[in-house]
Nanobody
């Protein structure tokens, strides 16, 4: 079955950086686009970034452009999110996701807290 396991979250000061990882299993990872989403308290889940199956094409939400970078290593079945210049409004639970066989799958999420 599809499993997505995020890691790398934590507490960071404004202006700091974090690198999130998502280890995937249960499907042919290199065949599928992957995405990162986030959900802040009291808000709906929003798309952060996505990456094509081969890694060539990436897309970002406007507020993340220039600060966040999505990448993947198909040999390791892992997708990453490098987050720089973090702001308090980036505080959220971050999830990786994949659409596989017409279903959306998510990991358990990793908490990112940006605070001084």
């Amino acid at each position: 079955q599809v499993q997505l396991v995020e890691s790398g979250g934590g507490l960071v000061q404004p202006g700091g950086s974090l690198r999130l990882s998502c280890a995937a299993s249960g499907f042919h990872f290199s065949n599928y686009p992957m995405s990162w989403y986030r959900q802040a308290p009291g808000k709906e889940r929003e798309l952060v970034a996505s990456i094509a199956s081969a890694g060539g094409n990436t897309n970002y939400a406007d507020s993340m452009k220039g600060r966040f970078t999505i990448s993947r290593d198909n040999a390791k079945n892992t997708v990453y999110l490098q987050m720089n210049s973090l702001k308090p409004e980036d505080t959220a639970v971050y999830y990786c996701g994949v659409r596989y066989l017409r279903q959306n799958y998510w990991g358990q999420g990793t908490q990112v807290t940006v605070s001084s």
